[in-house]
């Protein structure tokens, strides 16, 4: 069984531009949520979603950030007109409909704008 | 919302020593504390989890206690191996809440 897949690993952009994540998750997994890290800090919640659905936007800024997770294909956090201060590890994991506390781990997209 | 404290940020112990990270909480509806392991470069790997009927698990080296009264949780890793080397991460969720709560990381280096 496959684990959380995300991609790309790396992903450099200037300011400016847009950065698109992808994040699939484990075979069974209907609940995905984002994460963002800061180098030398702790996981900071983003935003939940379920199939079609956002549940829970609270941790996303209100602008330039947008996440989705349709009916078929990965998930995907947006974030327009990068900034510096974007630069971060993004993270997401999947859980299980009857646990919804599990929460499994893929590997991160390390954004990094220049 | 929920806030998790962590200590220590950085831990050094010989190998084959025990390893001791605790964590605090502050809403007492938490009831899920899981304990994730990260190595560099890679996303946290969930090690073992407990949940707030149980006072105490554990998985082979690891364990971890509970303590609701005081709303602290511990991991424990006994007989240490470099292979434990890694940023371990306490974290808080309360049944059908949307997102974990993390502690800051601990940072434990095992000195072979």
């Known amino acids: 069984n496959a684990g959380v897949m995300q991609n790309p690993r790396h992903l450099v952009r200037r300011r400016g531009q847009e950065a698109r994540l992808r994040c699939s998750p484990m075979?069974?997994?209907?609940?995905v949520y984002w994460y963002r890290q800061l180098p030398e800090e702790g996981l900071k919640f983003m935003v939940y979603l379920q199939k079609e659905n956002i549940i829970d936007e609270s941790g996303m800024p209100k602008e330039r950030f947008s996440a989705e997770f349709p009916k078929e294909g990965p998930s995907i956090l947006r974030i327009q007109q990068v900034v510096r201060g974007d630069s971060a590890a993004y993270f997401c994991?999947?859980?299980?409909?009857?646990?919804?506390?599990?929460?499994?781990f893929g590997p991160g997209t390390r954004l990094l704008v220049l | 919302g929920e806030n998790v404290e962590q200590h220590p940020s950085t831990l050094s112990v010989q190998e084959g020593d025990s390893a001791v990270i605790k964590c605090t909480y502050s809403d007492s509806a938490s009831n899920y504390f899981p304990w994730y392991k990260q190595e560099l470069g890679k996303g946290p790997q969930l090690i073992i989890d407990?949940?707030?009927?149980?006072g105490e698990k554990k998985d082979q080296r690891i364990a971890v206690t509970l303590n609701k009264t005081a709303k602290h949780f511990s991991l424990h890793i006994t007989e240490t191996q470099p292979e434990d080397s890694a940023v371990y991460f306490c974290a808080a969720s309360i049944t059908g809440a949307n997102n974990l709560f993390f502690g800051t990381g601990t940072r434990l280096t095992v000195i072979p």
């Open positions: 075979k069974g997994h209907s609940h």
């Open positions: 407990i949940r707030s009927n149980v």
């Open positions: 994991a999947s859980s299980p409909q009857r646990t919804q506390e599990t929460q499994y």
